[in-house]
């Protein structure tokens, strides 16, 4: 009987130490296919930003400095991080240079700051992650909120005669008002180049692309929180502006 108690004590221990170490190797099974997924996000958010740059260039020629097309295109490709615009400044301080009234090259600071604060937080400079463990949730929903307050600040943000900083979703037509006249007329409206010349018409679409292409960058960081286990809460415009304090 003793043999017996004794043999079905050492049954129970052999199987409790064999489930723990199940479930540390499925732990650690589901850690690493998480830091997979993490790491074709920001492949993908890369992918997108570049296009992004692309676009934004080409509707706003002169906001971007030409010399530094290429090195800012190879930082991106290369996962480098080697230009410093601004000295010893965080991403957010040039998120917040692109919208100040006199900054020239606003696109450039734009785009550098969205490679910046992505290169942060998908800790690049590291090097490639074996778990999930060693990336910062907290750094990635503010990362999340922050693109969100910039699709809509991009969208809306003008200078102080009313002129919108970035050409992105408006039509050529809209531009050119926008440049010329404070007040609506429909005379003013009939006289516009786009429309005079038959480019443009009153009921075509906006332009989309640009909305589209940071959506698709928020539903990669928003993918990359699941992946750790997160999911950022739906926030009002004023919160997300709290919290990032931009």
């Not at 440049?179 to 609506?184: F, G, R």
């Not at 928020?218 to 809460?233: D, F, H, R, T, W």
């Amino acid at each position: 009987m003793k043999y017996l108690v004794n043999l079905t004590i050492m049954s129970f221990i052999l199987f409790f130490l064999c489930a723990c170490s199940s479930n540390q190797g499925t732990s650690e099974i589901l850690q690493s296919n998480s830091a997979t997924i993490i790491s074709k996000d920001y492949k993908e958010i890369t992918k997108l930003l570049l296009k992004y740059k692309k676009i934004l260039d080409l509707r706003n020629p002169n906001l971007y400095d030409k010399s530094l097309v290429n090195q800012i295109t190879y930082d991106i490709k290369n996962n480098k991080n080697s230009i410093n615009l601004l000295k010893n400044q965080t991403y957010l301080k040039y998120l917040t240079k692109a919208f100040e009234e006199n900054t020239k090259y606003r696109s450039d600071f734009l785009i550098l700051g969205l490679y910046k604060m992505f290169y942060k937080a998908y800790n690049i400079k590291d090097g490639h992650h074996l778990t999930a463990l060693g990336y910062d949730s907290q750094l990635f929903k503010k990362v999340y909120y922050t693109l969100k307050v910039l699709r809509w600040k991009i969208r809306n943000a003008k200078d102080k005669n009313g002129r919108f900083l970035f050409a992105t979703w408006q039509l050529n037509w809209q531009l050119e008002f926008n440049k010329n006249y404070k007040n609506i007329t429909i005379n003013n409206i009939k006289e516009l180049p786009s429309l005079k010349n038959g480019n443009e018409t009153l009921l075509n679409h906006s332009n989309f692309n640009f909305e589209i292409t940071l959506t698709l960058m928020i539903n990669a960081v928003e993918n990359s929180l699941k992946a750790m286990g997160e999911e950022p809460l739906n926030l009002s415009l004023t919160a997300m502006k709290m919290i990032i304090l931009f």
